[in-house]
Protein backbone atom coordinates (compact mmCIF):
# COMPACT_ATOMS: atom_id res chain seq x y z
CA UNK A 1 0.00 0.00 0.00
CA UNK A 2 1.10 3.43 -0.50
CA UNK A 3 2.32 5.04 2.36
CA UNK A 4 -0.13 8.49 3.13
CA UNK A 5 -0.03 11.71 5.18
CA UNK A 6 -3.38 12.03 7.06
CA UNK A 7 -4.53 15.30 9.06
CA UNK A 8 -5.49 13.82 12.34
CA UNK A 9 -6.71 17.06 13.46
CA UNK A 10 -10.98 17.52 12.78
CA UNK A 11 -10.63 19.59 9.79
CA UNK A 12 -14.37 19.29 8.35
CA UNK A 13 -16.70 22.02 7.46
CA UNK A 14 -19.34 20.36 9.80
CA UNK A 15 -18.73 19.47 14.16
CA UNK A 16 -18.44 16.67 14.71
CA UNK A 17 -21.49 14.58 16.45
CA UNK A 18 -20.64 13.73 20.03
CA UNK A 19 -22.96 10.70 19.52
CA UNK A 20 -20.20 9.20 17.19
CA UNK A 21 -16.62 8.15 17.72
CA UNK A 22 -14.80 9.10 13.97
CA UNK A 23 -11.00 7.65 13.34
CA UNK A 24 -8.82 8.37 9.97
CA UNK A 25 -8.42 4.45 8.13
CA UNK A 26 -7.08 3.72 4.55
CA UNK A 27 -7.63 0.71 2.45
CA UNK A 28 -6.27 -0.03 -0.98
CA UNK A 29 -7.99 -0.62 -4.16
CA UNK A 30 -7.53 -3.44 -7.07
CA UNK A 31 -5.77 -0.81 -8.86
CA UNK A 32 -3.32 -0.58 -6.37
CA UNK A 33 -4.29 3.01 -4.63
CA UNK A 34 -4.83 3.92 -1.46
CA UNK A 35 -7.66 5.54 -0.25
CA UNK A 36 -8.52 7.71 2.81
CA UNK A 37 -11.54 7.96 4.52
CA UNK A 38 -13.03 8.24 7.73
CA UNK A 39 -14.82 6.40 9.44
CA UNK A 40 -17.74 6.75 11.89
CA UNK A 41 -18.75 4.23 14.32
CA UNK A 42 -22.25 5.35 17.10
CA UNK A 43 -21.10 5.49 20.32
CA UNK A 44 -23.34 3.39 22.07
CA UNK A 45 -23.78 -0.03 19.70
CA UNK A 46 -23.67 -3.56 20.30
CA UNK A 47 -23.21 -6.87 18.15
CA UNK A 48 -22.69 -6.69 13.88
CA UNK A 49 -24.19 -3.24 12.67
CA UNK A 50 -25.24 -2.31 8.99
CA UNK A 51 -22.48 -0.15 7.17
CA UNK A 52 -22.73 2.37 4.49
CA UNK A 53 -19.55 4.08 2.08
CA UNK A 54 -20.02 7.45 1.10
CA UNK A 55 -18.45 9.58 -1.35
CA UNK A 56 -19.49 12.96 -3.62
CA UNK A 57 -19.51 15.34 -4.54
CA UNK A 58 -17.69 15.14 -7.92
CA UNK A 59 -14.45 17.21 -7.41
CA UNK A 60 -15.19 17.46 -3.31
CA UNK A 61 -13.54 15.72 -0.59
CA UNK A 62 -14.46 13.52 2.61
CA UNK A 63 -13.86 16.85 4.20
CA UNK A 64 -17.23 18.37 2.96
CA UNK A 65 -20.88 16.63 1.96
CA UNK A 66 -19.75 12.79 2.45
CA UNK A 67 -18.54 12.93 5.74
CA UNK A 68 -21.34 15.14 6.94
CA UNK A 69 -23.81 12.37 5.44
CA UNK A 70 -21.88 9.77 7.15
CA UNK A 71 -21.50 11.42 10.38
CA UNK A 72 -25.35 11.78 10.34
CA UNK A 73 -25.69 8.17 9.56
CA UNK A 74 -23.81 7.03 11.70
CA UNK A 75 -25.78 9.18 14.43
CA UNK A 76 -28.38 6.57 13.30
CA UNK A 77 -27.00 3.45 14.54
CA UNK A 78 -24.57 2.68 11.15
CA UNK A 79 -21.07 2.14 10.83
CA UNK A 80 -20.20 4.77 8.00
CA UNK A 81 -17.06 5.16 6.10
CA UNK A 82 -16.90 8.71 4.14
CA UNK A 83 -13.40 8.36 1.47
CA UNK A 84 -11.51 10.35 -0.72
CA UNK A 85 -11.65 8.69 -4.24
CA UNK A 86 -8.28 7.88 -6.04
CA UNK A 87 -6.22 10.95 -7.45
CA UNK A 88 -8.04 13.41 -4.89
CA UNK A 89 -7.97 14.65 -1.64
CA UNK A 90 -5.72 12.54 1.01
CA UNK A 91 -6.19 9.51 -1.33
CA UNK A 92 -3.16 8.26 -3.50
CA UNK A 93 -2.30 8.64 -7.20
CA UNK A 94 -0.55 10.53 -9.46
CA UNK A 95 -1.43 13.23 -11.21
CA UNK A 96 -3.50 14.78 -8.84
CA UNK A 97 -7.29 15.27 -9.30
CA UNK A 98 -7.75 12.37 -11.95
CA UNK A 99 -11.20 10.44 -12.86
CA UNK A 100 -11.87 6.85 -14.18
CA UNK A 101 -15.09 5.41 -14.72
CA UNK A 102 -13.54 1.95 -13.74
CA UNK A 103 -11.41 3.14 -11.11
CA UNK A 104 -14.44 5.59 -9.83
CA UNK A 105 -16.32 2.32 -9.88
CA UNK A 106 -13.81 0.18 -8.02
CA UNK A 107 -12.93 2.95 -5.41
CA UNK A 108 -16.64 2.28 -3.92
CA UNK A 109 -16.34 -1.80 -4.28
CA UNK A 110 -13.08 -1.60 -2.40
CA UNK A 111 -14.77 0.52 0.60
CA UNK A 112 -17.01 -2.68 0.55
CA UNK A 113 -14.33 -5.07 0.59
CA UNK A 114 -13.07 -3.07 3.89
CA UNK A 115 -16.18 -2.46 5.59
CA UNK A 116 -16.67 -6.14 4.93
CA UNK A 117 -13.99 -7.28 6.74
CA UNK A 118 -14.65 -5.04 10.41
CA UNK A 119 -15.53 -6.94 13.18
CA UNK A 120 -18.53 -4.77 14.10
CA UNK A 121 -20.00 -4.68 10.66
CA UNK A 122 -22.79 -7.46 9.28
CA UNK A 123 -21.25 -8.25 5.64
CA UNK A 124 -24.33 -8.73 4.31
CA UNK A 125 -26.07 -5.32 4.86
CA UNK A 126 -23.63 -3.15 3.10
CA UNK A 127 -25.11 0.00 1.36
CA UNK A 128 -24.08 3.05 -0.17
CA UNK A 129 -24.43 6.82 -0.96
CA UNK A 130 -23.12 8.80 -3.79
CA UNK A 131 -23.79 12.66 -3.70
CA UNK A 132 -23.97 14.48 -7.71
CA UNK A 133 -21.23 13.10 -10.07
CA UNK A 134 -20.93 10.30 -7.08
CA UNK A 135 -24.58 9.34 -7.62
CA UNK A 136 -24.30 8.10 -10.86
CA UNK A 137 -21.05 6.18 -10.33
CA UNK A 138 -22.91 4.83 -7.26
CA UNK A 139 -25.77 3.49 -9.70
CA UNK A 140 -23.19 1.87 -11.63
CA UNK A 141 -21.29 0.19 -8.46
CA UNK A 142 -24.72 -1.10 -7.79
CA UNK A 143 -25.15 -2.61 -11.16
CA UNK A 144 -21.41 -4.23 -10.95
CA UNK A 145 -21.23 -5.05 -7.68
CA UNK A 146 -24.69 -7.68 -5.75
CA UNK A 147 -22.96 -7.07 -2.40
CA UNK A 148 -24.35 -3.32 -2.04
CA UNK A 149 -27.67 -4.50 -0.80
CA UNK A 150 -28.89 -0.60 -0.51
CA UNK A 151 -28.11 2.75 -3.63
CA UNK A 152 -29.22 6.05 -2.63
CA UNK A 153 -28.20 8.47 -5.06
CA UNK A 154 -27.94 11.75 -3.75
CA UNK A 155 -29.01 14.84 -6.11
CA UNK A 156 -27.22 12.97 -8.74
CA UNK A 157 -25.16 13.78 -12.14
CA UNK A 158 -24.22 11.54 -14.82
CA UNK A 159 -20.74 12.45 -15.32
CA UNK A 160 -20.40 10.33 -18.40
CA UNK A 161 -23.65 11.96 -19.78
CA UNK A 162 -22.86 15.33 -19.15
CA UNK A 163 -19.28 14.99 -20.30
CA UNK A 164 -20.22 13.27 -23.62
CA UNK A 165 -23.66 15.76 -24.13
CA UNK A 166 -22.94 18.82 -22.57
CA UNK A 167 -25.48 20.50 -19.89
CA UNK A 168 -29.39 19.23 -21.06
CA UNK A 169 -27.85 17.16 -23.92
CA UNK A 170 -26.98 20.66 -26.06
CA UNK A 171 -24.24 19.02 -27.32
CA UNK A 172 -25.52 15.49 -28.05
CA UNK A 173 -24.09 15.38 -31.84
CA UNK A 174 -21.27 13.93 -33.54
CA UNK A 175 -19.88 17.37 -34.53
CA UNK A 176 -19.97 18.33 -31.09
CA UNK A 177 -18.04 15.66 -29.43
CA UNK A 178 -15.42 15.73 -31.85
CA UNK A 179 -14.65 19.07 -31.43
CA UNK A 180 -14.52 18.42 -27.83
CA UNK A 181 -12.12 15.03 -28.90
CA UNK A 182 -9.76 17.86 -30.58
CA UNK A 183 -9.48 19.92 -28.13
CA UNK A 184 -8.63 17.45 -25.53
CA UNK A 185 -5.94 16.15 -27.56
CA UNK A 186 -4.65 19.40 -27.80
CA UNK A 187 -4.32 19.91 -24.37
CA UNK A 188 -2.50 16.02 -23.79
CA UNK A 189 0.49 17.58 -25.70
CA UNK A 190 0.44 20.99 -24.55
CA UNK A 191 0.07 20.67 -20.77
CA UNK A 192 -1.46 17.40 -19.78
CA UNK A 193 -1.41 18.20 -16.14
CA UNK A 194 -2.88 21.56 -16.50
CA UNK A 195 -5.59 22.20 -13.81
CA UNK A 196 -9.19 23.51 -15.54
CA UNK A 197 -10.06 25.71 -13.07
CA UNK A 198 -12.71 25.10 -9.54
CA UNK A 199 -15.72 26.84 -8.93
CA UNK A 200 -15.69 30.36 -10.56
CA UNK A 201 -14.57 33.07 -8.01
CA UNK A 202 -15.42 36.08 -8.02
CA UNK A 203 -18.63 35.25 -8.91
CA UNK A 204 -20.36 36.82 -12.51
CA UNK A 205 -23.34 38.96 -11.73
CA UNK A 206 -24.79 37.20 -14.52
CA UNK A 207 -23.79 33.66 -13.27
CA UNK A 208 -26.95 31.23 -13.74
CA UNK A 209 -28.29 30.03 -10.30
CA UNK A 210 -26.78 26.97 -9.92
CA UNK A 211 -23.50 28.46 -10.43
CA UNK A 212 -24.38 30.87 -7.98
CA UNK A 213 -25.62 27.88 -5.46
CA UNK A 214 -21.91 26.01 -6.26
CA UNK A 215 -20.47 29.26 -5.33
CA UNK A 216 -22.53 29.73 -2.01
CA UNK A 217 -21.35 26.13 -1.17
CA UNK A 218 -17.76 25.55 -2.30
CA UNK A 219 -16.19 29.02 -1.93
CA UNK A 220 -17.55 30.31 1.65
CA UNK A 221 -16.79 29.27 5.21
CA UNK A 222 -20.01 27.01 4.49
CA UNK A 223 -18.40 24.44 2.68
CA UNK A 224 -14.62 25.52 1.49
CA UNK A 225 -12.11 22.98 2.48
CA UNK A 226 -8.18 23.11 1.42
CA UNK A 227 -7.94 19.90 -0.33
CA UNK A 228 -11.16 20.24 -2.28
CA UNK A 229 -10.66 20.82 -6.06
CA UNK A 230 -14.06 22.51 -6.48
CA UNK A 231 -12.97 24.79 -3.56
CA UNK A 232 -9.90 25.69 -5.38
CA UNK A 233 -8.03 25.05 -8.64
CA UNK A 234 -10.42 22.32 -9.66
CA UNK A 235 -10.24 19.19 -11.95
CA UNK A 236 -7.14 18.08 -14.45
CA UNK A 237 -7.92 19.31 -17.92
CA UNK A 238 -7.72 15.99 -19.56
CA UNK A 239 -8.85 14.14 -15.79
CA UNK A 240 -12.26 13.08 -16.97
CA UNK A 241 -11.79 12.24 -20.72
CA UNK A 242 -12.80 9.00 -20.38
CA UNK A 243 -15.77 9.68 -19.29
CA UNK A 244 -16.98 11.28 -22.20
CA UNK A 245 -16.93 8.26 -23.72
CA UNK A 246 -18.46 5.83 -21.80
CA UNK A 247 -22.43 5.30 -20.20
CA UNK A 248 -22.26 4.14 -16.62
CA UNK A 249 -26.03 3.14 -16.26
CA UNK A 250 -26.61 0.71 -19.20
CA UNK A 251 -27.12 -2.24 -16.98
CA UNK A 252 -28.73 -0.28 -13.37
CA UNK A 253 -31.93 -1.63 -15.21
CA UNK A 254 -30.89 -5.32 -13.65
CA UNK A 255 -29.96 -3.50 -10.36
CA UNK A 256 -31.98 -6.55 -7.65
CA UNK A 257 -31.24 -4.65 -4.83
CA UNK A 258 -32.98 -1.42 -3.36
CA UNK A 259 -32.35 1.98 -5.12
CA UNK A 260 -33.58 5.49 -3.98
CA UNK A 261 -32.91 8.11 -6.31
CA UNK A 262 -32.93 11.99 -4.26
CA UNK A 263 -33.42 15.03 -5.69
CA UNK A 264 -34.57 18.24 -5.22
CA UNK A 265 -37.25 19.78 -7.08
CA UNK A 266 -35.28 22.73 -7.68
CA UNK A 267 -32.27 21.11 -9.00
CA UNK A 268 -30.51 22.06 -12.12
CA UNK A 269 -29.56 18.46 -12.58
CA UNK A 270 -33.19 17.22 -11.53
CA UNK A 271 -33.12 15.39 -15.16
CA UNK A 272 -30.39 13.56 -14.35
CA UNK A 273 -31.69 11.38 -11.49
CA UNK A 274 -35.20 11.25 -12.68
CA UNK A 275 -33.60 10.01 -16.17
CA UNK A 276 -31.76 7.25 -14.66
CA UNK A 277 -34.86 6.03 -12.16
CA UNK A 278 -37.25 6.07 -15.52
CA UNK A 279 -34.28 3.52 -16.90
CA UNK A 280 -33.51 1.40 -13.92
CA UNK A 281 -37.13 0.39 -13.37
CA UNK A 282 -38.85 0.63 -17.10
CA UNK A 283 -35.35 -0.17 -19.29
CA UNK A 284 -35.99 0.50 -22.88
CA UNK A 285 -38.15 -2.17 -24.43
CA UNK A 286 -38.08 -1.06 -27.79
CA UNK A 287 -34.22 -1.15 -27.92
CA UNK A 288 -34.64 -4.76 -26.22
CA UNK A 289 -33.49 -3.71 -22.76
CA UNK A 290 -35.73 -5.34 -20.46
CA UNK A 291 -37.45 -3.61 -16.93
CA UNK A 292 -36.26 -3.84 -14.05
CA UNK A 293 -36.87 -7.67 -12.35
CA UNK A 294 -37.48 -5.98 -8.83
CA UNK A 295 -39.39 -2.11 -9.35
CA UNK A 296 -41.01 -2.51 -5.94
CA UNK A 297 -37.49 -1.63 -4.17
CA UNK A 298 -36.41 1.15 -6.46
CA UNK A 299 -37.80 5.00 -5.63
CA UNK A 300 -37.74 8.35 -6.66
CA UNK A 301 -38.32 10.83 -4.34
CA UNK A 302 -38.52 14.75 -4.88
CA UNK A 303 -37.52 16.91 -2.54
CA UNK A 304 -39.91 20.12 -2.75
CA UNK A 305 -38.19 23.80 -2.64
CA UNK A 306 -34.63 22.06 -2.74
CA UNK A 307 -31.78 23.05 -5.09
CA UNK A 308 -28.89 20.95 -5.83
CA UNK A 309 -26.62 22.17 -2.99
CA UNK A 310 -29.52 21.87 -1.01
CA UNK A 311 -28.79 18.32 -0.73
CA UNK A 312 -24.67 18.53 -0.12
CA UNK A 313 -25.60 19.73 3.79
CA UNK A 314 -29.23 20.44 3.93
CA UNK A 315 -29.30 24.15 1.97
CA UNK A 316 -29.06 27.35 3.99
CA UNK A 317 -31.68 30.41 3.82
CA UNK A 318 -28.90 33.04 3.15
CA UNK A 319 -25.44 32.56 1.05
CA UNK A 320 -21.80 32.08 2.59
CA UNK A 321 -23.79 29.88 5.24
CA UNK A 322 -24.61 32.71 7.29
CA UNK A 323 -28.25 32.28 7.45
CA UNK A 324 -30.36 29.50 9.02
CA UNK A 325 -29.71 25.96 8.12
CA UNK A 326 -32.88 24.77 5.61
CA UNK A 327 -31.97 20.92 7.15
CA UNK A 328 -33.44 19.91 3.91
CA UNK A 329 -31.89 16.10 3.93
CA UNK A 330 -34.44 13.98 4.78
CA UNK A 331 -32.35 11.86 7.35
CA UNK A 332 -35.32 9.99 8.72
CA UNK A 333 -36.57 8.81 5.14
CA UNK A 334 -32.51 7.60 4.64
CA UNK A 335 -32.24 6.10 7.89
CA UNK A 336 -35.45 4.13 6.91
CA UNK A 337 -34.90 3.67 3.61
CA UNK A 338 -32.04 1.66 5.08
CA UNK A 339 -33.13 -0.20 7.56
CA UNK A 340 -36.05 -1.62 5.69
CA UNK A 341 -33.71 -2.75 3.18
CA UNK A 342 -30.70 -4.11 5.09
CA UNK A 343 -32.41 -7.18 6.56
Known amino acids: M ?17 NVNHRKVTFETQYGLTLAADLYEPKVATGKLPAIAVSGPFGATKEQSSGLYAMKMAERGFVALAFDPSYTGESSGEPRRTASPDINTEDFMAAVDYLSKQGNVD ?15 ALNAAAADPRIKVTVASTMYDMTRVSGNGYYDADDNEESRHAAREALCRQRLADPKAMAGGVVDPLPEDAPQFVKDYHDYYKTPRGYHTRSGNSNDGWRAIGTQAFANARFLYYTNEIRSAVLVMHGEKA ?16 KPEAGIKPNPNPENKELLIIPDASHCDLYDGGYTEAAGKGQSKNIIPWDKLEAFFTKNLK
Open 2 to 18: NTLTLTQEWDKVFPLSE
Open 123 to 137: AERIGIIGICGWGGI
Open 268 to 283: HSRYFGEDAYKYMVEG
